[in-house]
């Protein structure tokens, strides 16, 4: 079991810049893929970037490439978005997710965080 804590939400102007954190305890944090994912309003979850367990990053392109940035560090157990250049369309509650990337690119999220919200006021 893998228990998956965000932080580092809150409320920025457009432009600004926020870092959200995701502490994961439990079972070997370095075997999973680590993703963060949005879900806005009346709207569907959607996939933001993953990191693979050798540090291959894949972003959402059309929404965030270039702007937001994950990274992880194993030996405190935890994964960062960092985002920068902030639009009022980022504002969404963010969930960070361990799951299994398989050699075809497919990621199956086996545990999920609870989220921290997002809000960017223009």
């Known amino acids: 079991q893998v228990q998956l804590v965000e932080s580092g939400g809150g409320l920025v102007q457009a432009g600004g810049s926020l870092r959200l954190s995701c502490a994961a305890s439990g079972r070997t944090f370095s075997a999973y893929a680590m993703a963060w994912f949005r879900q806005a309003p009346g709207k569907e979850r959607e996939f933001v970037a993953r990191l693979s367990r050798s540090g291959i990053s894949t972003y959402d392109a059309d929404s965030v490439k270039g702007r937001f940035t994950i990274s992880r560090d194993n030996a405190k157990n935890t994964v960062y978005l960092q985002m920068n250049s902030l639009k009022p369309e980022d504002t969404a509650v963010y969930y960070c997710?361990?799951?299994?990337?398989?050699?075809?690119?497919?990621?199956?999220?086996?545990?999920w965080g609870q989220g921290t919200q997002v809000t960017v006021s223009s």
């Open positions: 997710a361990a799951g299994d990337l398989t050699i075809g690119g497919t990621l199956n999220i086996e545990y």
